[in-house]
C-alpha cells in the first residue's frame, strides 16, 4: 500500500465532500423541513399582497426552501389569521397582514384566536389613515373643517373600512379627543370607500393615505386631517395629531409578519435574517415609497410592544363607542 499517496487521497476527498456542504443550502443549520407558506388575509392585489409577494420573491430560496403566498380572505381578514394560528409553531407557516385583524377585530368580533397565540416577527413600516375632502370643496385646512364639524354635529358623513374596522376606531378616537361627532358610512374597504367619495356619496374620505395616493396626487382629494402624529411628505394640506394638539390618539396603519407563538429560536432568527435582507433592498424600499407607506423595521420586541399599545387603546374606544362585539 501507497500510504503517502492513500493519505493525499483522502485529504482531497475531505476536501471535496466539504466544498460540496458549503454549498448546500442552510437548511439543516436553520431546520426547515418543508416549503414556507405566507399566509395574507386579504384577496389578491392589494397593498398587503403586493408587500407580501414582494417580500417572498426578494428571499427566494436562500431560507433553504420555496416560499409560496396563499391568500385566504374572509371575515374582515380573521380567517387567515385563525388558520395561522392552528398550524404547527415550527416558522413554515406564517401571517403577513395589516394590522386590523390583530389589534381591532378581536375587540369587535368573536374571534377564534387570541393575540398571545400569535408572535410577531417584524413590521415592514407604518403611515397613517387621513379624512379627506373633494377638490371642490370649500374647506381648506383642518382647522376649517374642525370648525365645519362643530358646528354641524353629526351631519358630515365619513367612510370607513366596517363598523370596528381600524379607520372607524381611529376616527372616533380623533374625533372624541377633538370634541367632534360625525356619521359613519362603512364600506368594504378603503378602495371602494375611496369610489363612494369620488362619486360624491359621502362627504369624506376616510381610510389608508396608500390608497388616498392617486387621488392626492392628481388633485381629487384634498386630505386634512391625518390620524399619526408627524405630517406626511405626500399629503402637503394635511395636519398630524402633533399638530391638532392630540398626539397621544395617534393610530396607524402598519403591515407586518407574524406566526403562530411557539417558533424554535433558530428558525426566528433565520427568518428575521432574510427577511430584513429583502426589507432593506431598494426593490422593496421603492415599493414602500410608491404606496406612500413611511419605511421602519420593527424587530420582535418593537413590534409586540406597538400592538399591545393599539390593541388596549382601539379596545377603550370600543367601550367608549359601545360597539357590542359580533358573534
Same mark, same amino acid.
Not at 416558522?91 to 385583524?101: E, I, Q
Not at 374571534?111 to 416577527?121: I, S
Not at 374647506?139 to 354641524?152: E, F, K, P, Y
Not at 395616493?213 to 395636519?239: F, K, N, W, Y
Given at each position: ?31 426547515f ?25 426578494i ?16 371575515a374582515?381578514?380573521t ?10 409553531a ?51 385646512? &383642518?382647522? !376649517? =373643517?374642525? /370648525?365645519? $364639524? ?9 367612510? %370607513?373600512?366596517?363598523? *370596528? +374596522? ?10 372624541? &379627543?377633538? !370634541? =367632534?361627532? /360625525?356619521? $359613519?358610512?362603512?364600506?368594504?374597504g378603503?378602495?371602494?370607500?375611496? %369610489?363612494?367619495?369620488? *362619486? +360624491? ?10 390608497? &388616498?395616493?392617486?387621488a ?12 399619526q ?5 405626500e ?63 420593527r ?11 393599539e ?11 359601545g ?5
Amino acid at each position: 500500500m501507497n500510504l503517502p499517496g492513500d493519505i493525499l487521497m483522502l485529504k482531497r476527498l475531505l476536501l471535496t465532500c466539504l466544498a460540496l456542504m458549503s454549498l448546500a443550502p442552510p437548511l439543516a443549520a436553520q431546520g426547515f423541513d418543508r416549503p414556507i407558506r405566507i399566509i395574507v388575509p386579504i384577496a389578491p392585489g392589494g397593498g398587503t399582497d403586493v408587500f407580501a409577494r414582494l417580500l417572498a420573491e426578494i428571499v427566494g430560496t436562500s431560507l433553504g426552501q420555496p416560499i409560496v403566498v396563499e391568500n385566504r380572505p374572509g371575515a374582515s381578514s380573521t380567517i387567515g389569521t385563525q388558520f395561522v394560528t392552528e398550524q404547527r409553531a415550527d416558522g413554515s407557516t406564517l401571517l403577513f397582514t395589516a394590522n386590523s385583524p390583530i389589534t381591532a377585530a378581536p375587540h369587535v368580533m368573536t374571534t377564534r384566536y387570541t393575540l398571545e397565540q400569535l408572535e410577531p416577527l417584524f413590521i415592514v413600516g407604518h403611515t397613517g389613515f387621513t379624512l379627506c375632502v373633494r377638490q371642490d370643496s370649500p374647506i381648506r385646512d &383642518a382647522q !376649517g =373643517l374642525i /370648525a365645519a $364639524m362643530r358646528a354641524a354635529p353629526g351631519r358630515f358623513t365619513y367612510g %370607513t373600512d366596517g363598523v *370596528g +374596522g381600524n379607520m372607524h376606531l381611529a376616527g372616533e378616537r380623533a374625533f372624541r &379627543a377633538l !370634541g =367632534l361627532e /360625525a356619521t $359613519m358610512v362603512p364600506f368594504q374597504g378603503a378602495a371602494q370607500t375611496l %369610489t363612494a367619495f369620488s *362619486g +360624491g356619496h359621502i362627504d369624506l374620505y376616510g381610510g389608508s393615505i396608500a390608497v &388616498a395616493m392617486p387621488a392626492i396626487r392628481d388633485g381629487r382629494a384634498r386630505c386634512l386631517i391625518l390620524t399619526q402624529r408627524a405630517q406626511h411628505p405626500e399629503v402637503a394640506t394635511g395636519s398630524g395629531l402633533d399638530a391638532l394638539g392630540i398626539p397621544s390618539e395617534e393610530t396607524l396603519i402598519w403591515w407586518g409578519m407574524l406566526a403562530a407563538r411557539g417558533m424554535p429560536a433558530d428558525r426566528k432568527a433565520a427568518l428575521l435574517t432574510a427577511f430584513e435582507a429583502a426589507w432593506r433592498t431598494e426593490r422593496f424600499q421603492t415599493q414602500l415609497a410608491r404606496s406612500g407607506v413611511t419605511p421602519e423595521f420593527r424587530g420582535p420586541e418593537a413590534s409586540a410592544a406597538l400592538i399591545a399599545t393599539e390593541s388596549e387603546a382601539l379596545a377603550r374606544v370600543v367601550r367608549q363607542i359601545g360597539i357590542e362585539r359580533a358573534r
